[in-house]
């Protein structure tokens, strides 16, 4: 049985379209919360949550003694190039050197049963393209928390990042070029130069990738880290995600959306992928294990639109999948018992907390 959304999520939905949409224009007066609550028929406290997470995606701001203002434009980007730099977004998240891994008893548990219900199947060599278990796994786990909406046979599964970044340059072709974040996690930049590709390198403004230089950019795929990207922990705002999915409305462009770490935003809700926003079928969504679980897994996956899945059979298919079988079935296990979630759910509350904890301490 299909859960019911919370109320102050639908809120959350309806206000976020009627500000994209138009309805409410930049610059803006909402409703108070009370007024808000009133005219919707709701409780004051649904309206303070759904004002509180449309100020945490930067589609509103508060301003002391004066309001909610919508702080949205849909003309932001080309149209408004040289508007100046963007207001920082709070930074929700916690730091990289987080103490708080999977829970290894857990794990083993899992490795266990795995041996136990899979036997000697864990010694055949997995499909190209992944196993089936993990392959549907990371398919429904992706609808329930990240909004994508994929089937199994649109998964990829390899043996980290890295490795996958090869396989879309072998795929999209060393022809086009190729636009990253400045500065961005080094290893994309190496890659993309190691399989002999040229390499825009696009500088990045406090809300994401600078309008005037994603712009001037000639390439024909933006490699993009939306949520938090490393170095700088920018993370892009609702319209420049917007902005970049313009950019991918001519023919012929790509967008790789990596969406690293995303899951442990203190939002919420997670951040929206831009792949879920699309609907040109042209942004490829990856990710991998290594925060979630553990860097020693060496497991990745990317989701392609419907419409790759030819070419990347015809060019790349024939590789053989970098995963061990074994480690397949136990992620998968994590996946489908709940595990995964569980764990994420316990380390953002306890993050949360001590979020709360830190605000709430005299400072002095």
Sequence with gaps: ????????????????????????????????????????????????????????????????????????????????????????????????????????????????????????????KSPNCGCGALRGAVSRYLQRNRG???????????????????????????????????????????????????????????DGIQSAALQATKASVLHITPY????????????????????AGTPGRYIVEDDFESEFSLLRKPEETIYAQSDRGNVIYLNTFSRTVSPSLRVGYMVLPRGLITLFQETVGFYSCTVPAFEQ?????????GDLERHINRIRRQERRKQQENQAAPHG
């Design 1 to 124: 049985m299909k859960r019911e959304k919370p109320a102050y999520l639908r809120l959350y939905e309806t206000l976020r379209e009627e500000i994209i949409g138009g309805a409410w224009a930049f610059g803006a007066r909402l409703p108070s919360r009370r007024q808000l609550a009133k005219e919707r028929g709701i409780s004051v406290v649904t309206a303070e949550h759904c004002y509180e997470l449309l100020c945490q995606e930067g589609y509103i701001e508060v301003r002391p003694k004066s309001g909610y203002y919508v702080i949205f434009r849909a003309a932001d980007g080309f149209v408004l190039a040289d508007a100046g730099p963007a207001r920082p977004r709070p930074l929700l998240s916690f730091s990289r050197d987080r103490e708080s891994g999977f829970p290894f008893s857990v794990l083993a548990k899992t490795m266990r049963r795995v041996l136990s219900e899979y036997g000697e199947a864990i010694l055949d």
């Design 148 to 206: 994508i909406r994929a089937e199994a046979d649109q998964v990829v599964i390899g043996s980290g990042a890295e490795y996958l970044y090869g396989l879309l340059v072998e795929m999209l072709g060393r022809e086009k070029g190729y636009a990253i974040e400045s500065p961005s996690y080094e290893k994309i930049e190496q890659v993309y130069r190691a399989k002999g590709v040229k390499c825009d390198l696009l500088p990045l403004a406090m």
């Design 228 to 247: 938090r990207s490393f170095p700088s922990g920018v993370t892009a705002s609702p319209a420049k995600r917007r902005e970049y999915l313009r950019w």
């Design 329 to 337: 079935y136990v992620l998968a296990s994590l996946m489908d018992g």
